[in-house]
């Protein structure tokens, strides 16, 4: 945990991945994140596997250095702890659809009515000012309608990232765009309103390569053929997987002239990128006949000496031990939990402090209702209220 962001207070009324994961990189650069939950708690504390004291993994990695208050929106009294929370903010962040916050009576005018300084950020599934605004939205949804899951039909049926992408990569949109609101907000002094939708953050990223001809006319097709083409994948070794990526002249004629094969490289088509682009499935279908000759460490080791980018094929318990995270420590145990993964940008001259846990559901409420300036018998009330559970001695 850094100090980057301390002093700036964040209220996270948020759900899942895509606000806690957004919310945990605030906090990760110092910023003291205040996650309201309902009475049951967000539902990634439920979702398996779960620790031995009933929280789930997904929860575990997407809301450490946080504190937690549980809040229900239909009470007026839980409805003004919210207010006064978001009147001493400096951001409120929350991912319900912008209907569903409008009723409550937490949209962006009321909000920042009441502390104009306030960057409020809405991260949604659709835009605004699009026709798809009020339709529910989630990763499988959004990989489906941002093109994602499509790019799979050009190696056989349409298919779903095994990743929630659709959810961290606009996490990752969330924090920036609330980053880039503070800094701008140190120029003018007074906050904005900002709306991360999901939908078009997947387009965009799915397009920056992919709009390729479509770039410069009306009437061409999108896609970019490299990505597209059928023999873009790992190859098969002796004994395994293997990703090589010869890219520029150099690395294709290293690689070449190690399996042999003279004769491409005095083809007419090798002497440009350009040309060399145009028969990219050509060069691919030698390396996928040239790989199972040898065994993967052999190739890897073949590879690091030509120094073309390649890497070993990993699975998900391959990364648990791998040495360079290891070295980096982007898994970090601690805190009860055998390990978690951590924050992996690194920040060279800033003070750096030992993670907190995520929290147990309402465990910082006390404290939070004595910063808001709540007497103890109003603290103890609320505390007292059935659905309540997880504050601290």
């Excluded at 994140?33 to 031995?52: C, T, W």
């Excluded at 996928?288 to 890897?300: G, N, V």
């Amino acid at each position: 945990m850094y100090d980057l962001l301390k002093g700036i207070r964040v209220v996270e009324l948020s759900t899942i991945i895509l606000g806690p994961m957004a919310g945990q990189i605030l906090a990760d650069n110092g910023a003291d994140v205040v996650k309201v939950e309902a009475p049951e708690g967000d539902l990634a504390r439920q979702i398996e596997p779960r620790s031995p004291d009933g929280e789930g993994a997904m929860f575990v990695n997407t809301n450490r250095n946080k504190r937690s208050i549980a809040l229900d929106l239909k009470s007026e009294t839980d409805r003004e702890i919210l207010c006064r929370l978001v009147d001493g903010a400096d951001v409120f962040l929350h991912n319900m659809r912008l209907a569903a916050i409008e009723r409550l009576g937490f949209g962006p005018a009321a909000m920042r009515a009441r502390n104009p300084a306030l960057i409020y950020c809405s991260a949604i599934g659709y835009g605004s000012g699009g026709p798809y605004a009020a339709r529910p939205a989630y990763d499988d949804v959004i990989q489906a309608a941002s093109g994602i899951a499509g790019l799979f039909r050009e190696t056989g049926d349409p298919t779903y990232v095994p990743s929630v992408v659709a959810d961290k990569i606009s996490a990752l949109y969330t924090a920036n765009a609330i980053t880039t609101a503070l800094v701008g907000r140190q120029r003018t002094g007074t906050g904005i309103t900002i709306e991360v939708p999901m939908f078009e953050s997947l387009v965009a990223f799915v397009m920056t390569e992919h709009l390729a001809a479509a770039t410069f006319s009306q009437n061409a097709s999108a896609g970019y053929g490299r990505m597209l083409n059928p023999h873009r994948r790992p190859f098969r070794t002796a004994d395994g997987w293997i990703a090589v990526l010869p890219y520029t002249g150099g690395h294709w004629t290293r690689t070449l002239t190690e399996l042999g094969r003279h004769d491409v490289m005095a083809e007419e088509w090798f002497a440009t990128a350009s040309t060399r682009s145009d028969n990219i499935g050509r060069l691919y279908e030698i390396l996928a006949t040239e790989m199972p000759r040898r065994s993967t460490d052999e190739w890897l080791s073949v590879f690091e000496q030509l120094d073309v980018p390649h890497s070993r094929v990993a699975t998900l318990d391959d990364l648990l031990t791998d040495p360079h995270l290891a070295a980096a420590g982007l898994f970090e145990g601690g805190n009860g939990l055998a390990r978690a993964v951590g924050h992996p940008v690194t920040y060279e001259g800033a003070a750096r402090h030992p993670d907190t846990p995520p929290p147990p559901l309402n465990a910082d409420a006390p404290e939070i209702l004595r910063d808001l300036g709540y007497d103890e018998d109003s603290i103890a009330r609320f505390a007292g209220r059935s659905g309540r559970k997880g504050e601290k001695p």
